[in-house]
């Protein structure tokens, strides 16, 4: 542990915060008359510097898996017109394990349509989605006798291809990557971006904490340097009366 280091230790780190940590944690004495001084400077530091990690450590992987992919969706797009010239339908699994089996079992979840499409009368084919990289599933559909009917029975998608269908022209959207979207709107915001909204003030207030927690407790090491010199020049001047009173004659 940090705190547990001796001072000297601290003395030789070129840091004044860790010069401030280890004078800090010599006790309280001497600071009995500032009582805005902590007895230790290495717990004031830490308090206020976990105020700043814990919601630090959130924000981060919030922002890397949750925000910047929410904002990728919300990029600036082109309006182009494109005819479609084939549907696709990717399948979706889910994978987990049967009671009494070892190896694992694979359930077909859904379906993911792509369209085929030319954008403004060009000879390239470009495969279009309903978001740029959220992926949209079609849920299998499971009737009440617990039958699962063929995919094209399924109901959404069927209306899927009476709403796209081939040699017809729908408004697609393509972003600065060339990837190219037919549904105009972005999908919903993630919890996870909700949360990030809400954790990154807390994050910059327990930074500003820290820091005045580092600003305190050089300021009372300093105080405290300050006065044990005092204290020291006030007991060579009192040595030296005594020696020059007991030496007169």
């Known amino acids: 542990s940090i705190c547990a280091q001796p001072r000297s230790d601290f003395a030789r780190m070129p840091s004044p915060v860790f010069g401030a940590v280890g004078r800090g944690m010599q006790g309280s004495a001497g600071r009995g008359t500032r009582p805005m001084c902590p007895d230790s400077s290495c717990g004031c530091a830490l308090l206020g510097c976990i105020f700043w990690a814990i919601p630090a450590m959130v924000c981060v992987p919030l922002a890397t898996e949750a925000v910047v ?4 969706e919300r990029a600036p797009v ?19 394990y049967s009671k009494g089996k070892t190896r694992g079992t694979r359930t077909l979840r859904g379906w993911s349509p792509l369209l085929d499409v030319r954008i403004g009368g060009q000879d390239a084919l470009q495969k279009a989605t309903r978001y740029r ?80 927690c580092m600003r305190l407790c050089a300021w009372c090491d300093a105080r405290s340097d300050q006065e044990q010199a005092s204290l020291a020049a006030m007991s060579n001047s009192i040595e030296l009366d005594m020696t020059s009173s007991s030496e007169s004659p």
Not at 69 to 72: S, W
Not at 78 to 96: L, N, P, T
Request: aromatic share 14%.
């Open 133 to 212: 990289d959220t992926e949209y599933v079609i849920h299998r559909e499971i009737t009440a006798e617990y039958v699962i009917p063929p995919m094209l029975e399924q109901v959404q998608v069927k209306e899927f291809v009476s709403r796209f269908p081939i040699n017809s022209t729908i408004p697609c959207f393509q972003f600065d990557d060339a990837k190219v979207k037919w549904d105009q709107n972005p999908p919903t915001m993630s919890v996870g971006t909700y949360a990030f909204f809400v954790l990154a003030p807390l994050t910059a207030c327990g930074a500003v904490t820290c820091f005045c």
């Open 78 to 96: 082109v309006e182009h017109s494109c005819a479609i010239v084939g549907v696709e339908f990717k399948e979706h699994y889910r994978y987990g």
């Open 69 to 72: 992919p929410d904002f990728h």
